[in-house]
């Protein structure tokens, strides 16, 4: 251990309090604003999470005129702070009344796995596609306000990848120049700390009731899931929207979870709407996979409160409750149409005749790349798309995923068959109204569908299959509810968490080496490639890799697929980029 790696990580230490403390204060702002505290609300990892989507908003919103330098951030971090401080004095007021060392126990946990996830952040970035835009995406965050036609420059520029937004933040404030591996662990100790909040239920006088027992089911699912993915992550050293949509997702099913129980009493059909509305909006923008999983989240809610509201009043009521969720869609939309003439690109609906915008050509072009390397890596889309040949080789591959895809689909039949049984036999029993329902796995199967037959890469699908068991689990769980036994309801408890967290154990347990994989040096650095510089037709000076696609660190501007017709939209390349012919130059395209 060196005194680089010992002030490495206190430096890491305070940027992840500074992060918490900040959405921390823009949780409590946007609870205020929307109405939203509840007894979800008022878990602290939850009313963070919360702060996360809305600070990102904000982010989002002040890039569409500034870069996201630190004179910049500074303020938004530093405001939610301020907002904080109410909710810090309540805080330091009930730990003196209740005088309880159980939160210190936590906190204690929570310091031990940050250094070591620190330690892990600290790594060089291995992912290939943070070579290839996600480190220019952030420098270009850092360094412009967003850049209209930046996507013909390189197409996944337009993106529009809301996490880049957060990464670039934390890149400038309050941790310069390493947001790629602070942004992704903080993300995971945040799920880490919402597990053990949710632990906490086995304090509770009701300990032995059905509703705990899912939730302490869930929590200790999920935090196999999460020493699972700090262990294998490529992640928390890459600032990959990969990880972070996994993350919402994992989140945001804690939360969906308790909200139903709750949803099914006529009096708390407002529980956790609001919070559930900025995740699941939230979640679209870091990754369009998350669309059918999010949507179907707030689904559900329409369909369980379609009772509690009624008449133009409670339409409206209804639709005031989803607000952010249009919000947060609506700037995301409008940051999509200024990096590429298009909302969600790479779709060619809905795009627009601008003078920036990316030709719909090569809009149509990336998202067939797209879906055809899903299906079948390293094979041209024409060889892939328009038949299903590439299903038996996908076949294969999946089936050669044992901890993503195969052991959490057979661990989920037998829990599945064993909560139809239970239920079956316990039919004629009194109903637990905290026992779930099946409804719980509607979005889960939802968002499978939908990342099967968009972009079916196991990367993007394999939270969903994690989603699919711990939903199965926590079914099983609830299936027990007519048994008067609390022996029996505890055994049921932790037949369900090791059937589901079988693999993740086992995983970890048969390669400890991954537990070592840390940096002992501080922050590694990252790659800076050589470069090729060339000059296009209207004489603008552009950066090529010289050793393969990905620019890392290189100058901007920077991409690997050099295009001859681009040009500057005014004098700097904060003013745009445009491949269309300007009639007023002096250089004829083509020649």
Same mark, same amino acid.
């Given at each position: 251990?060196?005194?680089?790696?010992?002030?490495?990580?206190?430096?890491?230490?305070?940027?992840?309090?500074?992060? #918490?403390?900040?959405?921390?204060?823009?949780?409590?702002?946007?609870?205020?604003?929307?109405?939203?505290?509840?007894?979800?609300?008022?878990?602290?990892?939850?009313?963070?999470?919360?702060?996360?989507?809305?600070?990102?908003?904000?982010?989002?919103?002040?890039?569409?005129?500034?870069?996201?330098?630190?004179?910049?951030?500074?303020?938004?971090?530093?405001?939610?702070?301020?907002?904080?401080?109410?909710?810090?004095?309540?805080?330091?007021?009930?730990?003196?009344?209740?005088?309880?060392?159980?939160?210190?126990?936590?906190?204690?946990? @929570?310091?031990?796995?940050?250094?070591?996830?620190?330690?892990?952040?600290?790594?060089?970035?291995?992912?290939?596609?943070?070579?290839?835009?996600?480190?220019?995406?952030?420098?270009?965050?850092?360094?412009?306000?967003?850049?209209?036609?930046?996507?013909?420059?390189?197409?996944?520029? #337009?993106?529009? $990848? =809301? !996490?880049?937004?957060?990464?670039?933040?934390?890149?400038?404030?309050?941790?310069?120049?390493?947001?790629?591996?602070?942004?992704? +662990?903080? @993300?995971?100790?945040? @799920?880490?700390?919402? =597990?053990?909040?949710?632990?906490? *239920?086995?304090?509770?006088?009701?300990? /032995?009731?059905?509703?705990?027992?899912?939730?302490?089911?869930?929590?200790?699912?999920?935090?196999?899931?999460?020493?699972?993915?700090?262990?294998?992550?490529?992640?928390?050293?890459?600032?990959?929207?990969?990880?972070?949509?996994?993350?919402?997702?994992?989140?945001?099913?804690?939360?969906?979870?308790?909200?139903?129980?709750a949803w099914r009493s006529s009096e708390a059909k407002d529980h956790g709407v609001t919070v559930l509305a900025f995740l699941a909006a939230t979640a679209i923008t870091v990754k369009l996979s998350t669309l059918a999983f999010s949507a179907c989240v707030l689904a559900v809610w329409l369909i369980e409160s379609r009772r509690s509201y009624r008449g133009a009043r409670g339409y409206a009521d209804r639709a005031a409750r989803l607000a952010p969720f249009a919000l947060i869609l609506g700037v995301w939309v409008i940051r999509g149409y200024v990096l590429s003439g298009c909302p969600v690109y790479p779709s060619t609906s809905g795009c627009v005749s601008v003078s920036w915008a990316v030709p719909l050509d090569k809009v149509a072009d990336e998202a067939r790349w797209i879906f055809g390397w899903a299906r079948t890596p390293g094979v041209n889309?024409?060889?892939?798309?328009?038949?299903?040949?590439?299903?038996?080789?996908?076949?294969?591959?999946?089936?050669?995923?044992?901890?993503?895809?195969?052991?959490?689909?057979?661990? +989920?039949?037998?829990?599945?068959?064993?909560?139809?049984? &239970?239920?079956?036999?316990?039919?004629?029993?009194?109903?637990? =109204?905290?026992?779930?329902?099946?409804?719980?796995?509607?979005?889960?199967?939802?968002?499978?569908?939908?990342?099967?037959?968009?972009?079916?890469?196991?990367? !993007?699908?394999?939270?969903? !299959?994690?989603?699919? #068991?711990?939903?199965?689990?926590?079914?099983?769980?609830?299936?027990?509810?007519?048994?008067?036994? $609390?022996?029996?309801?505890?055994?049921?408890?932790?037949? &369900?968490?090791?059937?589901?967290?079988? =693999? !993740?154990?086992?995983?970890?347990?048969?390669?400890? +080496?991954?537990?070592?994989?840390?940096?002992?040096?501080?922050?590694?650095?990252?790659?800076?490639?050589?470069?090729?510089?060339?000059?296009?037709?209207?004489?603008?000076?552009?950066?090529?890799?010289?050793?393969?696609?990905?620019?890392?660190?290189?100058?901007?501007?920077?991409?690997?697929?050099?295009?001859?017709?681009?040009?500057?939209?005014?004098? /700097?390349?904060?003013?745009?980029?445009?491949?269309? *012919?300007?009639?007023?130059?002096?250089?004829?395209?083509?020649?």
């Amino acid at each position: 251990m060196t005194l680089t790696y010992v002030v490495a990580v206190s430096e890491a230490l305070a940027a992840y309090a500074v992060l #918490a403390l900040a959405f921390l204060g823009w949780g409590e702002g946007a609870a205020r604003l929307f109405r939203a505290h509840s007894d979800v609300a008022e878990r602290g990892s939850v009313t963070v999470w919360l702060g996360w989507a809305a600070a990102l908003l904000v982010l989002q919103v002040v890039h569409l005129f500034l870069p996201l330098n630190s004179i910049v951030v500074a303020p938004v971090f530093a405001a939610g702070i301020i907002m904080a401080v109410p909710r810090l004095r309540r805080l330091v007021a009930e730990r003196r009344v209740r005088g309880s060392r159980a939160p210190i126990v936590g906190l204690v946990c @929570l310091l031990i796995a940050a250094i070591w996830i620190a330690s892990r952040s600290m790594l060089p970035p291995e992912n290939f596609d943070s070579g290839l835009y996600h480190i220019p995406t952030i420098r270009w965050i850092n360094s412009y306000a967003i850049v209209p036609g930046l996507g013909n420059l390189h197409g996944r520029f #337009a993106f529009n $990848q =809301s !996490f880049f937004t957060y990464a670039a933040a934390v890149n400038a404030f309050p941790f310069q120049g390493f947001g790629r591996g602070i942004a992704n +662990s903080f @993300l995971v100790l945040l @799920l880490l700390w919402q =597990s053990i909040e949710l632990l906490a *239920h086995w304090r509770n006088e009701a300990a /032995g009731t059905v509703g705990n027992l899912t939730i302490q089911a869930a929590a200790l699912v999920m935090l196999s899931i999460v020493v699972y993915l700090s262990v294998t992550s490529d992640g928390l050293a890459s600032p990959t929207p990969d990880l972070a949509a996994t993350l919402i997702q994992l989140s945001m099913f804690l939360i969906f979870i308790q909200c139903v129980t709750a949803w099914r009493s006529s009096e708390a059909k407002d529980h956790g709407v609001t919070v559930l509305a900025f995740l699941a909006a939230t979640a679209i923008t870091v990754k369009l996979s998350t669309l059918a999983f999010s949507a179907c989240v707030l689904a559900v809610w329409l369909i369980e409160s379609r009772r509690s509201y009624r008449g133009a009043r409670g339409y409206a009521d209804r639709a005031a409750r989803l607000a952010p969720f249009a919000l947060i869609l609506g700037v995301w939309v409008i940051r999509g149409y200024v990096l590429s003439g298009c909302p969600v690109y790479p779709s060619t609906s809905g795009c627009v005749s601008v003078s920036w915008a990316v030709p719909l050509d090569k809009v149509a072009d990336e998202a067939r790349w797209i879906f055809g390397w899903a299906r079948t890596p390293g094979v041209n889309w024409r060889q892939v798309l328009g038949s299903w040949s590439w299903l038996g080789p996908w076949l294969s591959r999946a089936s050669h995923d044992i901890v993503g895809i195969v052991y959490p689909l057979v661990s +989920s039949a037998i829990l599945i068959i064993g909560a139809f049984l &239970a239920r079956k036999l316990q039919r004629n029993r009194t109903k637990d =109204s905290a026992s779930l329902s099946w409804i719980v796995l509607v979005p889960v199967l939802a968002g499978m569908t939908f990342w099967f037959f968009t972009a079916p890469d196991p990367r !993007f699908g394999r939270v969903f !299959f994690w989603l699919l #068991a711990l939903g199965a689990a926590l079914l099983f769980v609830s299936s027990i509810q007519g048994a008067a036994d $609390q022996r029996m309801r505890g055994m049921a408890l932790w037949a &369900a968490v090791l059937v589901a967290d079988a =693999s !993740f154990i086992g995983f970890v347990l048969s390669k400890p +080496s991954g537990l070592t994989a840390v940096s002992s040096r501080g922050w590694m650095p990252v790659e800076t490639p050589r470069v090729t510089v060339r000059r296009t037709l209207s004489g603008l000076t552009v950066y090529t890799p010289g050793d393969d696609d990905r620019c890392w660190n290189a100058p901007l501007p920077c991409t690997p697929y050099f295009t001859p017709e681009l040009r500057l939209l005014g004098s /700097g390349l904060g003013s745009g980029f445009t491949v269309r *012919h300007d009639p007023t130059s002096r250089i004829r395209y083509g020649q």
